[in-house]
């Protein structure tokens, strides 16, 4: 009989800190993954706006095919500097990997910790448990458009809204099994068909038809303005919730106040059986950067939340319930109440992870 030893290779990740505030809370999230015992092995990127006020490169000729091709998963901390006035690093950089490795299901779990946390009155964690899933390469994010008679009395502007079916059904394909995979009972689909009549019939006849292949699963439709309400009024009863890029990148601010702020979030930009990246929702805050006061829980659990993807649950599991502890012992920075820096909060959380 053959002894077979299974070799497990660690998990390669690549690390692209960015600008701002991304430059202290990732070292900080890396740590807290070493702490975990994770088998996973980082390359660091210097891709931001230092690299491109330097010599002009965003991401260098064959980054997302060597990204692809190289690495298991990409954690990304903040794109945006105010030295960069058009954001075409950020945007380059962000919306490349997005749009060029078709990473198409940007997932936001949007869980509260501790109901000191929540803006809404008498909210407790079991009230806001639950998941978005944006479509993330098309919709207005395409950039197609036109201005004709620019700067004129009679200027117009246009900006189209793109939808195809192949990448509505995809999406709406994702939040099912998402919620099959995830034990969760209800699927909620979210437009605007009443007034977007074209793009939301897509929407809905392909909702219903994906539907029909998930029959343990409830469906719910809302429009996009009552969704808002719902989720303020009563967000117990939202699961998962499946919409287009520009609706889910505004219910997701949204969403992070009610778990306390855009330093609490985390999001993953997923195509399943590709490499896919991982960012905490925050930008680089460049008024608060450097100043070691950015809530590093956000890049933390955007961190346990890409080791879970890659199969390693048990440490992601430990990192989250780190950072459960230190939210009830307040070890907290000053944005959710408590009065730590970045790097105190974040050694205590490794600590404690190590120690789990
Ligand atoms: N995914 C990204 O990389 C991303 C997302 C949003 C904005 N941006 C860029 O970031 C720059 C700033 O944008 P903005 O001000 O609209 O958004 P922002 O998320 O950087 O900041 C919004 C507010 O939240 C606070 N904040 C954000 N993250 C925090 C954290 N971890 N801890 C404590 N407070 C935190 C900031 O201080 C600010 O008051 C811009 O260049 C923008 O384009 C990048």
Redesign the pocket.
Known sequence: MLNATIILMPKRIAVVP?????KE?IPTALDVVRSSGAEVEFTSFDWGADRYLIDGTTVPADGFQMLARDFDAIF???????RVPS?IH?KEI?LGMRFKMDLYANVRPVRLLDASLCPLKNATPQDIDFTVIRENTEGVYMDMGGNFKMGTPDELATQEDINTRKGVERVIRFAFEYARANGRKKVLMSDKSNVMTYAGGLWQRVFKEVAKEYSEIQTQHMFVDALCLQMVREPRSLDVIVTNNMFGDIITDLAAALQG????AASGNIHPGRTSMF??????????AGKN???????ILTAAMMLAHLGLGAEARKIESAVLDAVRQRKM????GGSMG?QECASWIAERTAAL
Not at 18 to 22: E, F, K, L, M, S
Request: glycine share 22%; proline share 12%; charged share 10%.
């Open positions: 960015g600008d701002g505030i991304g809370v990304v901390g903040a794109l945006g500097d105010p954001n950020a962000l702020g855009l330093g609490m960012e905490p929702v925050h930008g680089s805050a460049p008024p608060i006061i950015a809530n590093p829980m956000g890049a920075t000053v944005d959710v970045t």
